[in-house]
């Protein structure tokens, strides 16, 4: 169900648009906040004659309301809402087919790698994984059946920041599609359709949700007729959320500015903290002056996030030991909540990713990622000292 952004009030600020971005009282009875239309199916007056609405995988009223909220806060004129990330990036690959190739980062979380090689490569699309802080090496693969670039900014886990700008100036010298994963970033820190992508993929489960308690995925692009491909894949495959997971969502992300905010504090306090601690090996925040592309992430980025990996000084099993300690911080899958979180990407969330490609990128064993929340600093930086003593 797409937008009339005529009625849109294009002239908000982001803050603004969190709250009221493509958002209107319900037509029924006024209802500020969008009511859960937890329904399948809509009364028609006769075949075919129906109110916008026929039935719910094809359209639902709530979560109409989170894709409007998605194109708004993405600067963006058409928003898809998915039942999770991985539906929706799952969707951006339906737009090809056999003997088509993508170009990816090769760092990038461990269920899109999955879902590239495990699922799509079977089906003729070849995949190629590579460093993209250089623009000839992404171009040298480019080739004929070249038909997208995937790109993460900052990646998971490692934190890696990608010109976003430089890669879209490829992609468009090549006509590929350019669809970037801004699920770390947010939109309140980076909007990469400004910056030349043509799509733009979030894990709604985490910032823009932030409270742990729904599983959604989102596109926006700016392009009617690429929106219309993706809504014909949306509705014939049938991966949407229901209306509650809408309602959830677009409750959260009516906080999301003022979340993003202590997200960013918080990050870079513990970022700093653990640059000075003599059991910390190495770091990975794109905060740091000394990060590889910190001038890149300066640029294109309003702020530097609450996301954070780091290696501690040992092995394996003193990086598990560190985790199964901490308290404040919860050992778990995910990121993005008001609660901060700690996981181990080898044996957690890219363990999908086979050890020697994993380690290729950074992603070794005593490595360790916090999504730091929203809790006050010092209580974090005490969990953390505890757990490294």
Request: with cysteine; glycine share 8%; aromatic share 8%.
């Amino acid at each position: 169900m797409y937008v009339d952004w005529k009625r849109m009030k294009k002239d908000l600020k982001f803050n603004s648009k969190t709250i009221h971005g493509g958002q209107h009282p319900d037509k029924a009875y006024g209802a500020v906040m969008p009511p859960i239309y937890q329904t399948s199916t809509y009364a028609q007056t006769t075949p075919g004659g129906h109110k916008g609405y026929e039935y719910s995988r094809s359209a639902n009223p709530t979560r109409t309301a989170l894709e409007q909220a998605l194109a708004s806060i993405e600067n963006g004129s058409h928003g898809l809402a998915f039942a999770s990330g991985l539906a929706a990036i799952d969707a951006v690959l339906k737009l090809l087919g056999p003997g088509d190739e993508v170009i990816s980062t090769s760092d990038l979380y461990g269920g899109s790698y999955r879902l590239f090689k495990k699922v799509f490569e079977k089906y003729g699309i070849r995949f190629h994984f590579v460093g993209m802080d250089n623009m000839e090496a992404i171009e040298s693969y480019i080739n004929p059946n070249t038909k997208m670039v995937w790109v993460e900014t900052p990646t998971n886990p490692m934190m890696n920041i990608i010109d976003i700008k430089a890669v879209s100036a490829l992609t468009q010298k090549h006509g590929l599609l350019l669809a970037v994963d801004n699920t770390f970033a947010t939109p309140y820190l980076q909007q990469p359709l400004d910056l030349g992508a043509d799509i733009v993929m979030h894990s709604a489960t985490k910032y823009l949700g932030g409270h742990s308690d729904v599983v959604v995925g989102g596109l926006v692009v700016k392009d009617k007729s690429l929106a219309d491909r993706l809504y014909f894949i949306q509705n014939a495959s049938g991966a949407v959320c229901g209306p509650m997971d809408s309602f959830l969502t677009l409750r959260g992300i009516k906080t999301l500015h003022v979340r993003m905010q202590r997200h960013c504090e918080n990050g870079e306090a513990i970022a700093k903290y653990l640059q000075a601690h003599p059991k910390i090996e190495k770091v990975y925040w794109p905060g740091f002056e000394t990060h590889p592309n910190h001038k890149v992430a300066k640029a294109q980025m309003k702020g530097f996030g609450g996301m954070i990996s780091f290696v501690p000084k040992g092995n394996y099993d003193d990086a598990i030991k560190i985790v199964e300690k901490l308290n404040l911080f919860t050992l778990a899958e995910s990121l993005g909540g008001v609660e901060s979180l700690a996981g181990h990407p080898a044996s957690m969330t890219h363990a999908s990713i086979p050890k020697e490609e994993r380690e290729k990128s950074g992603v070794v064993d005593a490595l360790i990622r916090l999504s730091v929340g929203i809790e006050d600093v010092e209580d974090l930086k005490a969990d953390l000292e505890q757990a490294l003593s």
